[in-house]
T-cell receptor, first 114, second 112 residues
Framework: KAGVTQTPRYLIKTRGQQVTLSCSPISGHRSVSWYQQTPGQGLQFLFE???????NKGNFPGRFSGRQFSNSRSEMNVSTLELGDSALYLC?????????????FGPGTRLTVL | QQQVKQSPQSLIVQKGGISIINCAYENTAFDYFPWYQQFPGKGPALLIAIRPDVSEKKEGRFTISFNKSAKQFSLHIMDSQPGDSATYFCAASNYSNYQLIWGAGTKLIIKP
């Protein structure tokens, strides 16, 4: 079974630009969660989608948004980029959701904002 | 109440030694406690998980100890090996959360 894939792996943007990151979950998984990882801050939960519906949202500004398509693929968008948005963005998929289910993570997209 | 506090932030252990990472929580509704392991350049991967109906769970060299009354759980790595060098995250959730609450992570270095 193919694992979780994320594209692109690396991205360099400048302040004020916007960016879209993509995540393809493991086949059959209906839940996709997004996390921001920065050194010393651990994993900060952004949002979770299940069957195309946002089921849970973390404490991030509205510049961060996402969506899920009918094939469970998910995209995350960040508008008006700030220097502080530089981070590793991780996507994780699971069958039902993260509460009791093992989450399978992709390798992440490393975003650098200049 | 939703926090999971993890310590230490970093840990250096000699090869063959025991690595111990601790986590504490406040929300008594939490009833699922996984540990994830992350190697550089990779996403985290589930290492071992425990439910509060048992006080200990062992898988190979990895053991979770759970203390419900103290609201603490810990990861013990016996006979630590250089290949165990990674960042370890504890987490917690309950069924209604739909999300895991994560600790801040512990960077473990095993010295040969």
């Amino acid at each position: 079974k193919a694992g979780v894939t994320q594209t692109p792996r690396y991205l360099i943007k400048t302040r004020g630009q916007q960016v879209t990151l993509s995540c393809s979950p493991i086949s059959g998984h209906r839940s996709v969660s997004w996390y921001q990882q920065t050194p010393g801050q651990g994993l900060q939960f952004l949002f979770e989608y299940f069957s195309e519906t946002q089921r849970n949202k973390g404490n991030f500004p509205g510049r961060f948004s996402g969506r899920q398509f009918s094939n469970s693929r998910s995209e995350m968008n960040v508008s008006t980029l700030e220097l502080g948005d530089s981070a590793l963005y991780l996507c994780a998929s699971s069958f039902w959701g993260s509460s009791y289910n093992e989450q399978f993570f992709g390798p992440g997209t490393r975003l650098t904002v200049l | 109440q939703q926090q999971v506090k993890q310590s230490p932030q970093s840990l250096i252990v000699q090869k063959g030694g025991i690595s111990i990472i601790n986590c504490a929580y406040e929300n008594t509704a939490f009833d699922y406690f996984p540990w994830y392991q992350q190697f550089p350049g990779k996403g985290p991967a589930l290492l071992i998980a425990i439910r509060p109906d048992v006080s200990e769970k062992k898988e190979g060299r990895f053991t979770i100890s759970f203390n419900k009354s103290a609201k603490q759980f810990s990861l013990h790595i016996m006979d630590s090996q250089p290949g165990d060098s990674a960042t370890y995250f504890c987490a917690a959730s309950n069924y209604s959360n739909y999300q895991l609450i994560w600790g801040a992570g512990t960077k473990l270095i095993i010295k040969p």
